[in-house]
């Protein structure tokens, strides 16, 4: 297409826009007949008096169509709203999703050519009562091709219902996925200059970001030249934008700078000294070198965060299992490298396994993490029934020749019950995140998936790593003793740490649907245990149970899951737990750091979840004391807690923005000045050499009376 044909088409779609409303809504297309029809929708129909609900204009372009942004670029119009709202209703502004670049005959276009929602949010005043709330709104928007432009509009309307503060309110998932598409605030304040008709924007961003074709989106008009391409620098946790510019009138400017598909940060600039410094971003061939170098490392913290899981608590009672068939072996080399291989390639399974259904999951939209299913109470409770019914075999109760359940897997002799046995480490080592663990999956959010795939299997090798020294280096295997009586006593004593994991599994449970609902979940687990008893009782008889005890588990099993509470149930539990924190803590979101840096007030905040073991230990080594709460509240330190135990993509993208895949997290940020990422492992003095500056200078000044 030409230059002029494009000039031409835009002409006319100024034209039609100017002269539409004359036409009247007899002129209007139908919703089917738009090339971009819009649907409005709302996250909840029942809002509350006092509180926000938010739409979507849900935008579905064509093939070969697409719109464009609030700020169209050199051509285009962005999309208008001309809202009637009941007295007491008032809408914010737009949010529109991280927009795409479209380069035609020299001009340069902001656009969606995907489906793709424009959020609002209506605020109800307190005033409102209860009752329908019609909302309706004109739209008009621009909808082109590569070669042609229609201007579309319509008018749109939704009936909420005004509900009493004790109804519940149920919300549309699918937001989650519009939000996910918004730029995130910086949290940062970015500067910008423009001089020799150059503009420049310096944008603080942590090296640890990964950046894949960056871009800035500017609102304001008259500032850049659209077409003119951006060049790009990296000065430490700097980024450094420069173009061509149009303009010098402005002493703020606001934009989207975009980092990935459908990936960037809202920031704001204000005018400044600014300079080109720093490396040019990587070209393609060094990127394939970093990413070599970026694979090998990782690959290197998988296998080693892998080995030192071996340590974890959670992870022990596990390996019990695997001690129990080595010690039977004995010194017999074949069969105690068979079961090696065998474990390792259950737990390599596995931990790729997961690996693979993680990716997949983000691919789809969700924001999700490494230990990702134990946000599921429901898993919880399937791997605690498991996890008793080892523990009870161990001890004796019963055997498992017949009965087909999962602890018979791990309790099979040869290489199968070896497979199995790894399996289940793998499973259950998920919610241990060690050291040299977070760079590594963390890293899995930006290479590639076979290479994410890699370090997911190299994290099973690590884990293996103790067995396999074991099978195949024969000085290490001659020390293991020789099978004997003591093996029945070293059995039984091997329940022990398998209970203490039920424990610590009915904790979790607890801490995640509540006291209440965690009662009726142990009476279906003493059912599971009476069933396993009663089993083991008919094996000491010579009698055929296992039928019937198969059926009656799985019955027990159903009902456990069945009874377990819904997520409202669960959101107010979490609250009920926030409640008796030594170190008192507000919720996490970016909107609410980015309103505490503004006011220039320091802010800890850290990330954890209640099936994390290093997340536990830090909290009671560290955050909840009252040394850490007393030099906290002297520095006036806000303090923000992300809690990951169940689902939150808000907070699984703030991780990965943060390079990480699961948590902890933790991050103290001064006023002023760039966050700091504290260590996975923390001290009382790790915490509180932070604010000790403050403190003394909050000591040292007057008293005022």
Known sequence: MTFDFRIFSLLLAFAALVFAPAAGAQNRLGNSELNVPATL????????????????????????????????????IGMSFDWTLPSGVTAGEPQFPVPSTLLIS??????????????????????????????????????????????????????????????????????????AALARPLGSEATFAVSDDLFRLSVPLPASVAIDEPYFFIKQDGIVDYAAPQKFNRDGDRLIMETAARGDQLDSITGILKIGNHNGFLLTATKGEVSMTGLPLASDGAKQEGGASLLLLALGGAVLGGLLLNLMPCVFPILSL???????????????????????????????????????????????????????????????????????????????????????????????????????????????????????????????????????AGLGVGLALPFLLIAFV??????????????????????IPMFLTAIGLIWLLGRQIGTDALGLSLVFLLTVALILWWFGGGQMRGMSRGAI??????????????????????????????????????????????????????????????WCITCKANEAAAIQRAETANAFQAAKVAVLMGDWTRPNPDISRFLEKHGRAGVPLYLYYAPGEEPVVLPQILTVATLTDLVDDMVQTAKLAPNPQ
């Open 322 to 456: 695997k001690a129990i068939s080595l010690a039977k072996a004995g010194g017999n080399q074949g069969e105690v490298r068979r079961d090696a291989l065998a474990y390792t390639a259950g737990v390599v399974l596995v931990a790729t396994a997961l690996g693979a259904i993680l990716l997949g999951l983000r691919a789809s939209g969700a924001a999700v993490g490494w230990a990702f299913q134990l946000q599921d109470p429901r898993i919880i409770f399937v791997l605690l029934t498991l996890v008793t019914a080892i523990g009870l075999n161990l001890a004796g109760l019963f055997e498992l020749p017949n009965i087909n359940i999962g602890s018979k897997l791990t309790q099979k002799s040869g290489a199968s019950g070896s497979f199995w046995t790894g399996a289940l480490a793998a499973f259950v080592a998920t919610p241990c995140t060690g050291p040299f663990m977070a760079a590594a999956l963390g890293a899995t959010i930006i290479l590639p998936p076979i290479a994410a795939l890699v370090i997911f």
């Open 106 to 179: 020299g001009i340069m276009n902001y656009v969606y050519k995907g489906d793709y929602a424009i959020l609002v949010n209506l605020t109800v005043a307190d005033t409102v009562r209860p009752g329908p709330l019609p909302i309706s709104v004109k739209s008009e928007w621009l909808s082109c091709t590569d070669e042609i432009c229609v201007p579309e509009q319509d008018e749109l309307s939704i009936t909420l219902q005004v509900v009493g503060k004790d109804t519940a309110v149920a919300l549309d998932k699918r937001f989650n996925d519009f939000r």
């Open 474 to 495: 024969p000085a290490i295997r001659n020390r293991l003793p020789k099978p004997g009586h003591w093996l029945d006593g070293f059995r039984k004593a091997m329940a």
């Open 41 to 76: 929708m709302a996250e909840s129909r029942n809002v509350q008096p006092g509180q926000t609900v938010t739409l979507a204009f849900l935008m579905e372009p064509k093939p070969t169509w697409h719109g464009y942004w609030e700020n169209p670029g050199d051509a285009g």
């Open 549 to 610: 005890a198969s059926v009656a588990m799985a019955i027990a099993v159903f009902g456990g899951i069945v009874a377990l509470p819904g997520e409202e149930a669960m959101t107010s539990q979490k609250l009920a737990n926030l409640s008796n924190e030594t170190l008192p803590s507000e919720p996490f979101s970016e909107a609410r750091l980015s309103e505490l840096r503004a006011s220039d007030q320091p802010v800890f905040a850290y990330f954890t979840a209640d």
